[in-house]
């Protein structure tokens, strides 16, 4: 089990930019207050590629890592980056960072797990059960441990999860009343709000990698957003990633449990 973390500024990253930019997901926050948003942003990267059984290791994901670290300082984030952990140390990474003091501060988050999985969860690596059983992470609890309940920090921000795993299939181990409604003074805030999901396939499917350039949604993704991200909102361009993977018969991402309420920018400024 390892961590560290990296961080770029947004000015010497991938994208060549000297403007100050203005926050359009909350237009009427002053500009100085935009810039230091930006300046706080902060992402989660766990990385899954040697397990316990070896024939469950995961050759190639150590290009997603590369490509998925370098899009996220090339957008702005520092990343906090994991590697080889059970189910429990996924959930104690969550959890340790919807503590991290930067999210009071930050515009959005990005969390990306990249593990085998299947319906609903993904797998850690001490797991010895083709269906890991044994040993997995529930994705349920990345939105109750990022959610406004257990981390007010975020609340009304982006949150944007990317998981690249199989969700089932055939082979799971494939590297492929209002009346009694009353208003209140205190104002209770939605439990799952301002979230976004970035799926590598569709549910009962597998998802693929090939060992030179990494998996098909990681690659695909970063053409995207390398392209694209300067003018669209997130949501356009997980429906670009969507579009352009639709030419790949084996997988289709899907987005999934969106509750964004306003559309987001990387480079708002810039439109």
Known sequence: ?????????????????????SFRFQPQSPRW????????????????????????????????????????????????KYRNLT????????????????????????VVIMSHGRLGVVAGVSTRS???EDDHFSLDKIYRHLGS???????????????????????PLSSRDDANIQEDAIRIEHKEKDFICLLSCTPDTVSYRALAKGSFLVQVLVDV???????DDL??????VCSTAEC????????????????????????
């Not at 140390?89 to 959890?95: F, L, M, N, S, T």
């Not at 949501?235 to 670009?240: A, P």
Request: glycine share 4%; aromatic share 8%; charged share 30%.
């Open 1 to 21: 089990v390892s961590s560290e973390v990296s961080w770029r500024a947004p000015h010497d990253t991938l994208f060549q930019t000297d403007r100050i930019v």
């Open 33 to 80: 207050k935009v810039k230091e948003a930006i300046n706080n942003r902060v992402a989660l990267l766990i990385t899954n590629i040697t397990f316990f059984h070896q024939c469950l290791n995961r050759k190639g994901a150590e290009k997603d890592e590369e490509n998925m670290e370098t899009l996220l300082k090339g957008l702005g984030y520092e990343v906090v």
């Open 87 to 110: 189910g429990r140390a996924i959930e104690d990474a969550v959890i340790d960072f919807s503590k991290r003091p930067k999210l009071k501060d930050t515009d959005s988050v990005v």
């Open 130 to 132: 083709k269906t890991f």
């Open 149 to 171: 309940e257990d981390c007010p920090a975020l609340l009304n921000k982006p949150k944007i999860i990317i998981i690249q795993a199989c969700r089932g299939g055939d082979d």
């Open 225 to 231: 957003f390398n392209a694209s991200a300067e003018r």
């Open 235 to 240: 949501e356009e361009l997980f429906r670009k």
């Open 248 to 271: 790949r018969p084996r997988q289709m991402p899907t987005r999934d449990r969106c509750t964004l309420t306003k559309r987001f920018y990387f480079y708002p400024g810039l439109i």
